[in-house]
């Protein structure tokens, strides 16, 4: 399976099995067949890094990495904070900009600056505190199969409102933001983009037949008709590296695009698990997340932008995986206080 068939999956992992999982698997190690120790991180379910790189790190420290997967980025949150007197590792990888204050506020991360976060791409930062590191960041925005839109002679959509207008009737299929991390971050681009309109924005959709999918891989894979889909609706909700991913499979060009006035920014952390048993371990795993050979290595295993200034991207994605120029963003403060609330009136004029 290839690394973007595994980008934001939501998938419900029960607490009270994946506690007991790590309980009885930090008891099997106990180290002493392992001087370096092992660190153990909690991440998303599209966490990914190369073999090599992976096993050289364990190799130049001595330690072991253990990871544990547990569903996206918004069940990871939640896990972690119902688990907080029992930490279930020493580091986490995985937190996004839109749950990054939950986390903060629970106190389940400790402080760490690491070294290598001193070149970071601007404006990636949660806060001051350091208790978030930011690893990659990328763009969820709508995608289009341009070649749907050539073949049935009607002008691809260009802005938000274009999708809501009935050319585009039953076309578009994104994902429910109370089970999906880019169906949260899309939902909150639209209340940037429309402020205390939002949800007649998303009734417009409604009316206009917008499909709603549980996660992103059923979005892509299942309802829509471009890259290796084998839907019928040729707009859906995915990433601004996603096209480039279509070329690098074979091709000249992408025969998908993404609409880049649609995008949210959405940025990837890392940190120190409050309560870790193994925290200078944690702090060697996020220094190794930022060194350049795992930066380097993010675009093709992860799909996504690297947060470290300067870092080479592959031919394709310079060419044909541009990020927005002014993205949508909400402050962390705004999303604390009202996530779950949108989410409620999200689904209020969605779904019910």
């Given at each position: ?185 899309w939902l909150l681009a ?111 295993k992860m799909y996504v ?22 993205p949508y963003q909400v ?22």
């Amino acid at each position: 399976m290839s690394p973007i068939h595994r980008r934001r999956v939501a998938a419900a992992v029960g607490v009270v099995m994946l506690t007991a999982t790590a309980c009885s698997t930090l008891e099997d190690t106990d180290g002493s067949d392992d001087p370096g120790g092992t660190v153990v991180l909690v991440t998303h379910d599209s966490f990914a890094v190369s073999k090599e790189l992976l096993a050289e790190f364990e190799e130049s420290t001595g330690l072991t990495v253990e990871t544990r997967a547990s569903g996206d980025a918004g069940s990871l949150v939640n896990q972690l904070v119902l688990s907080k007197d029992a930490p279930l590792g020493d580091a986490v990888y995985g937190i996004d900009n839109a749950f990054a204050s939950r986390a903060v506020s629970a106190g389940i991360l400790e402080p760490y600056a690491s070294p290598g976060a001193t070149d970071l791409v601007a404006g990636l930062a949660f806060d001051d505190t350091s208790r978030l590191t930011p690893v990659d960041y990328g763009d969820v925005c709508i995608n289009v199969d341009r070649e749907w839109f050539a073949d049935h002679d009607i002008p691809e959509p260009q802005t938000f409102d274009d999708l809501a207008e009935p050319a585009y009737e039953n076309l578009l299929v994104v994902t429910d933001p109370a089970t999906s991390s880019p169906g949260l971050a899309w939902l909150l681009a639209t209340v940037d983009a429309y402020d205390e309109d939002w949800t007649d924005y998303w009734a417009r959709l409604r009316d206009n037949g917008v499909r709603v999918s549980d996660s992103w891989s059923d979005a892509y894979f299942t309802d829509f008709s471009g890259a290796e889909g084998d839907g019928s609706r040729p707009l859906v909700l995915s990433y601004a590296s996603s096209p480039p991913y279509t070329v690098a499979r074979g091709g000249d060009e992408p025969p998908t695009r993404a609409m880049l006035d649609t995008c949210f920014r959405q940025v990837e952390y890392a940190g120190v698990l409050a309560g870790a048993e193994n925290p200078e371990g944690a702090q060697q795993l996020i220094d190794f997340m930022l060194s350049q050979p795992f930066q380097r290595d993010i675009p093709q295993k992860m799909y996504v932008y690297p947060a470290v200034s300067e870092t080479p991207l592959p031919p394709e994605w310079e060419r044909f995986g541009p990020l927005a120029d002014d993205p949508y963003q909400v402050s962390p403060a705004a999303i604390d206080a009202y996530r779950e609330e949108w989410i409620r009136q999200w689904t209020a004029t969605v779904v019910d």
